[in-house]
């Protein structure tokens, strides 16, 4: 039996897989650094141990082949990296033992430890000073309707870490942050807040709809059905709202609503299929993309919060 491999269960390894997918861990480097500690391939990884490897496979290979301890110190050493040294790598190795179940040691307690003290000092300079040194000229509660579980769980990688983390099963929403910094220096921030179209949830969506400033609907592409439920969530927030909305510092205006529809996947878009076609109808603007991705959405972000920003500005 290969001596370096250590007990670690499958729900721990599990644990460790979410933690680096959650933090954007790029698995490029370990490839390349598995592939040198190995002196050569063996049967286990020669024929999938490739360029395209999934980070699951990568991990378990580096566990079996390697070893738990230098698989923990090489990621350490990228996540260091990847966050320009603002957390030492003994807190990311801490972080990552305590992730994957083992015992962490005195060394690792006192990491953790300077670890919470920094992210104390991080939190009272955001409470006193706000996000890049001040507070938003404007914030905005933006809707986003649509997503099925497994897009949702990517939205994470687009925004702001959660302002406030719900538990979609027991009341059907996500809430999220984005900061959009302007040529003119004002700042903008969405509150995205990522309602269930589960059927369970329909009840509670009228009161999530109040007081929103936007609205982005998900489609699927090719999917009848879906741009059915797109047409149905319109209905509802347009009911609730008027699709108009006031700021405080406007008291007394009412504001057009911007409507945002999205086509998702990588079907063809069809003419006559309709995604388009019902923008048109609902006054919307449309995005065609082909998937949950920081590349694909930041411009429906960014169009939404100019969108908003003018409309706030010179309101008709």
């Keep these: 039996m290969n001596s370096k491999i250590e007990s670690l269960s499958e729900d721990k390894i599990t644990d460790l897989i979410g933690f680096l997918k959650k933090i954007n861990y790029p698995p490029e480097e ?65 972080i990552l033992k305590r992730f994957s179940g083992k015992t962490l040691s005195s060394t690792d307690r006192s990491q953790m430890y300077e670890l919470r003290k920094k992210i104390r000092r991080s939190e009272k300079f955001l409470t006193y000073f706000g996000e890049w040194g001040k507070e938003p000229d404007q914030l905005f509660k933006v809707i986003i309707i649509g997503l099925n579980d497994d897009q949702s769980a990517k939205l994470p990688s687009l925004l702001i870490t959660p302002k406030v983390s719900g538990e979609r099963k027991t009341i059907g929403v ?67 709202t008027n699709l108009k909305f006031k700021l405080k510092k406007l008291r007394n205006i009412f504001i057009d609503t911007p409507i ?46 100019v969108e908003l920003l003018v409309k706030c500005k010179y309101p008709l």
């Design 30 to 94: 370990l490839i390349y650094a598995i592939k040198k500690e190995l002196i050569k391939p063996t049967p286990v990884t020669k024929d999938v141990f490739n360029d395209t490897i999934k980070l699951e496979a990568l991990i378990r290979i580096g566990i079996q082949e390697v070893g738990f301890n230098w698989l923990i110190s090489q990621i350490s050493l990228d996540i260091f990296n990847l966050f320009d040294k603002s957390i030492s790598r003994g807190q990311v190795k801490a």
């Design 260 to 305: 945002i529809l999205v086509g998702l996947g990588s079907t063809p878009i069809i003419p006559l299929e309709g995604g388009p076609i019902l923008a048109n109808e609902l006054g919307a603007n449309y995005f065609d993309k082909k998937e949950i991705s920081a590349d694909e959405f930041e411009d429906i972000f960014e169009a939404v919060s």
């Design 174 to 240: 996500d809430f999220y942050t984005k900061t959009n910094e302007y040529i003119d220096k004002s700042l903008t921030r969405l509150q995205i807040w990522n309602v269930s179209g589960d059927k369970r949830f329909e009840f509670l969506r009228e009161y999530y709809y109040k007081g929103a400033s936007a609205m982005i609907i998900v489609y699927e592409k090719g999917n009848q059905e879906s741009l059915k439920l797109a047409k149905k969530y319109y209905s509802e927030f347009k009911k609730v």
